[in-house]
């Protein structure tokens, strides 16, 4: 099994800056792609940003410039940094990871518990 522990949204006035973490802990073989989705009150969740095992990112065209998705796979870890940030960003945002797990090389997803980021304008 995989777990995932976020850290560090808050509240930010806008044009801030926040950075989020997220520690994937477990039986882990590989770590594929690890991702944010955010969660605005009254929307669907959407992706954010992601970021594959070998470095390729992908962002929401919403955010693109102004967050930035890294990893530390030593650390099974994933960071989202949001510069830059609106109103419109305030939504609780979830970390996602797929990882192939042992024993069994079994394929996982598993979704962090939520951070939630409020920008006030």
């Known amino acids: 099994q995989v777990q995932l522990v976020e850290s560090g949204g808050g509240l930010v006035q806008a044009g801030g800056s926040l950075r989020l973490s997220c520690a994937a802990s477990?039986?882990?073989?590989?770590?594929?792609?690890m991702g944010w989705y955010r969660q605005a009150p009254g929307k669907q969740r959407e992706l954010a940003a992601a970021i594959t095992s070998n470095g390729s990112t992908n962002y929401t065209d919403s955010v693109k410039g102004r967050f930035t998705i890294s990893r530390d796979n030593a650390k099974n870890t994933v960071y989202l940094q949001m510069n830059s940030l609106k109103p419109e960003d305030t939504a609780v945002y979830y970390c996602?990871?797929?990882?192939?797990?042992?024993?069994?090389?079994?394929?996982?997803?598993?979704w962090g518990q939520g951070t939630l980021v409020t920008v006030s304008s």
């Open positions: 996602n990871t797929k990882a192939i797990t042992l024993p069994g090389y079994r394929y996982f997803e598993v």
């Open positions: 477990g039986s882990i073989f590989r770590i594929n792609a």
